[in-house]
């Protein structure tokens, strides 16, 4: 209790304290006009004291004087010759012929809906039209646009393009802004954001005060923000009449959107692109070749019995890929072929399956074909990693002489973005190894060649079990099209897809929006904190409604974990975690390492599991792989405090100058390391923005108690990730309340162990993938499990027991019992004695 009570007291104090100089909370009443300092989030740049609102007379003024500085510099740069060259070329493309009717349609217009090819000009283009008009001294000289992207990696990317054509360094009318990151100055006009991002600023800024233009990107993906971002517009837009709204989608589902803004306008912009043409799997064996001779001579029967055992010899391999082969074969319907095909089908060498057969479409094309980037669209980064490593062992492909393989996922550097756009030397092949953020967000000029595997890895929602599942799924027919279309930009393409016809043909129209198919609770906690009414009312007003029962399952898990009180209203802690850039999780352990002076490793634990696993866990050295992190366990039993080891010891090895060799050695991703530090750096900056934090005593705590501080506030944070731990004879058997029986990764190191010594394991995340595997845990104590699982306060001291209670007869652990009699007898004399 008074552990609780502590929490609060810091919690409580921290929120209502009055806003001092700088960087402190914006008061309890959260109206946005009477908090004059800054939110302590991420996104700092959205300072209350920002300078470009036409407040007065004078300040219009300046504004306007700017405007017209701004404006002739762009004049000047546009006569210069490299200006002229841009322009020409801005000048070709398909939005350029619109570019009246758009600016018209949006000026007579609230919202606009606007829908064209990739690549024919919509992000880079149109709101740069805008800004341009705007700018231009006539129509007075304010605006301020912001256009919103699904990923970080292209508001970044677009956004250095659109400054590159305006002649500017990033930050000057043009700048970005992303998690934790961002470049934007005084001038900046026109701001491409994540969407999060501007929901971020929708918190301290309901009405967007001074913005004149949201531009919505890629509104076809149908991403949950989006969808979100939509009802919250969707009202805002009566109260703000003069902010126009634009939509903009790729491909052609644009009614929708226009209907559900009571039927606004739409815009085609007509593109150009050269025919493609299409080989399916059946075709694809044909023109590359790949064929096995070993079966060739069996007579109808004896085929048909070989066709079976590649099949099983399938099944055993468990490449994302070779299963896209195993499902195009299944669906394959045998008849349906020429017997030719059927023959090269049937001949297949299984072993070398997957990967291989890209690889054979590789060399088809860097052999037979002529120039032109080759985009491979592939499942996940996974994936693409081990691809690449593969390539990197054949004699041509990867010879970097005559081929350059590059990388193309969401989290990749930048300096590894960029070779990405640029043209190679003469005789050199590109070949981008992307994964599905090729497919609209970023366009690659010179791609000729399209490999599709036809996979995308989506997560789903089971809300029946309360389990996430992450499984490679086929893609939409919208998507293929998608994928096709990226060859045929500067001459006619070649798209392979490497899954047989009626498979395509099986393909749903489009993919399923992600609002209905992923986990709600960080998208209902942010409902609370805009202040937006009941959750399940303001969803039932999205384009298309969640399940009630995944709002529910949402809604309780911010109440287990304390976020939001019974009458679902906010909590105090449910407000601080609503303004840290973290899922509820994991701000919650920011939050509790902050208070208990114990932050130094719960930053490495939270940074890590935001950005990824930085342990390596190459194909053919598994396990070599899995004992050097195994050495970072030492025998405790958890993931989290491997990763916490791991990350010291390369802080200490970079000071010596020795990171490299460290992250080789123990199979550690130096780059991964490397976004961990500058993570935590940034949450540190947040945590004492907030007042929680003093520098002196942060990391007072860390390692005293052998640890044992560091896994509570893992527990409190991950918790109800709880699973129990049954040591058998000679292996442990794992339960969990919801999903009995459950494995984990094999790169936990608790995989490895044949006897856990902890009764309970806390778990990080679980996913449906047959059976229902646990990714990172930790192991704990009983008494961790009873003073920081779940929320006393919630529950009182009695309710908590009957909580744990469940737990007891459930996993049948009479030890807890114990413990909790025991710890209830020396509270109540405790309060007794006061
Ligand atoms: O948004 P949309 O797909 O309609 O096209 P965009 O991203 O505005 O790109 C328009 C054109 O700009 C593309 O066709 C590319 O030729 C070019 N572009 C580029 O060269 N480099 C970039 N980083 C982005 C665009
Ligand atoms: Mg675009």
Redesign the pocket.
């Known amino acids: 209790l008074g552990l609780q009570r502590r929490v609060d007291t810091h919690l409580r104090e921290y929120l209502y304290r009055k806003p001092m100089n700088k960087g402190t909370f914006p008061d309890a009443t959260f109206s946005r006009s009477s908090s004059s300092g800054s939110i302590a989030t991420d996104e700092g740049l959205f300072e209350q004291q920002e300078p470009l609102i036409p407040t007065s007379v004078v300040m219009e003024k300046v504004l306007r004087r700017r405007s017209l500085q701004l404006r002739n510099q762009q004049q000047a740069w546009q006569e210069s010759p490299e200006g002229q060259k841009i322009q020409e070329f801005r000048r070709s493309?398909p939005?350029y012929k619109e570019r009246d009717a758009l600016l018209n349609a949006i000026s007579q217009n609230q919202v606009v809906v606007i829908s064209?090819?990739?690549?024919?000009?919509?992000?880079?283009?149109l709101p740069q039209y805008i800004l341009e008009s705007e700018i231009d001294a006539s129509r007075g000289a304010f605006c301020s646009i912001i256009c919103t992207q699904p990923r970080r990696i292209s508001a970044m990317?677009?956004s250095?393009?659109v400054a590159a054509e305006r002649g500017e360094k990033l930050g000057e009318s043009v700048g970005y802004k992303v998690r934790l990151e961002g470049m934007k100055g005084r001038d900046t006009r026109l701001l491409f954001c994540t969407t999060g991002i501007l929901l971020r600023r929708l918190l301290v800024d309901r009405n967007l005060k001074g913005v004149t233009h949201v531009i919505v990107?890629e509104i076809h993906e149908r991403g949950i923000n989006e969808d979100f971002l939509l009802i919250v517009l969707k009202d805002l837009l009566p109260h703000r009449p003069e902010l126009r709204l634009v939509l903009?989608s790729?491909t052609l589902n644009a009614e929708i959107f226009s209907s559900y803004f009571g039927g606004a306008p739409m815009i085609h912009i007509p593109g150009f692109t050269y025919p493609v043409r299409t080989h399916f799997l059946e075709n694809v064996l044909e023109t590359t070749g790949y064929r096995l001779t070993q079966y060739n001579q069996i007579d109808d029967y004896g085929q048909e019995k070989a066709w079976k055992m590649q099949k099983q010899a399938l099944r055993k391999r468990k490449s994302p890929i070779a299963s896209v082969v195993e499902d195009a074969l299944e669906a394959a319907d045998f008849r349906e072929y020429s017997l030719r095909t059927r023959e090269s089908l049937r001949c297949w060498n299984p072993d070398s399956l997957g990967f291989n057969l890209i690889e054979n479409v590789l060399c088809h094309i860097c052999t037979k074909e002529r120039p032109g980037a080759v985009l491979v669209f592939m499942t996940g980064w996974d994936d693409i990693n081990a691809l690449r490593e593969q390539l990197q062992a054949h004699p041509l492909l990867g010879d970097p002489s005559r081929v350059l393989v590059l990388a193309c996922h969401g989290s990749m550097a930048s300096s590894e973005q960029r070779l990405i756009?640029e043209k190679p030397e003469d005789g050199i092949r590109k070949i981008v190894l992307a994964t599905n953020i090729a497919e609209?967000s970023i366009?690659i000029?010179d791609v000729v060649f399209v490999v599709d595997c036809g996979k995308v890895k989506e997560t789903s929602y089971d809300a029946l079990n309360n389990t996430p599942c992450l499984l490679p799924s086929w893609i939409s027919k919208a998507a293929a099209q998608q994928r096709r279309g990226r060859a045929g930009?500067i001459q006619p393409g070649d798209c392979y897809h490497l899954y047989p016809r009626c498979v395509y043909d099986s393909f749903a129209d489009y993919q399923m929006p992600e609002i209905l198919r992923t986990p709600l609770q960080s998208l209902c906690l942010q409902i609370k904190s805009l202040q937006l009414g009941s959750i399940s009312e303001f969803l039932s007003r999205a384009l298309q409604s969640p399940e009630p029962l995944s709002v529910q399952n949402a809604i309780e898990y911010l109440k287990i974990i304390g976020a939001l009180a019974e009458n679902e209203n906010l909590t105090v802690l449910g407000r601080h975690l609503s303004m840290l850039p973290v899922e509820p999780k994991l701000g919650k352990m920011l939050i509790l390492g902050a208070i208990f002076n114990c932050l130094e490793p719960i930053l490495t634990v939270v940074s890590g599991l935001s950005v990824r696993d930085p342990f390596l866990m190459p194909f053919d050295k598994k396990e070599l792989a899995e004992s050097a992190k195994a050495q970072f366990s030492a025998q405790d039993y958890s993931d989290h405090l491997a990763l916490v080891r791991a990350y010291q010891g390369w802080k200490d090895a970079e000071r010596e100058q020795d990171g490299y060799r460290y992250c080789w050695e123990n199979f550690l991703s130096a780059q991964t390391l490397k976004a961990i530090d500058s993570l935590r750096k940034q949450f540190f900056t947040l945590l004492k923005d907030t007042g929680l934090v003093d520098e002196k005593t942060a990391t007072y705590n860390a390692w005293n108690h052998d640890e044992h501080l560091i896994r509570a506030i893992i527990c409190a944070g991950l918790y109800p990730g709880i699973c129990s731990v049954l040591n058998k004879e000679k292996s442990v058997s794992l339960k969990t309340m919801e999903d009995g029986q459950v494995l984990l990764y094999s790169n936990s190191v608790n995989a490895r162990e044949l006897k856990i010594s902890y009764p309970w394991l806390v778990f990080n995340e679980k996913v449906k993938v047959n059976s229902v595997f646990l990714r990172d845990s930790t192991g704990i104590s009983d008494s961790v499990l009873l003073l920081f699982g779940g929320d006393i306060c919630r529950e009182g001291l009695d309710g908590h027991l009957k909580m744990l209670g469940g737990y007891l007869e459930f996993f049948m652990k009479p030890a807890l019992a114990e413990t909790y009699t025991n710890l209830k007898r020396e509270l109540d004399e405790l309060i007794q004695n006061k």
């Open positions: 493309l939005a064209g090819e990739t690549g024919c000009g919509k992000t880079t283009q990317s677009v250095e393009r990107d903009m790729a756009f609209t366009t000029d930009r």
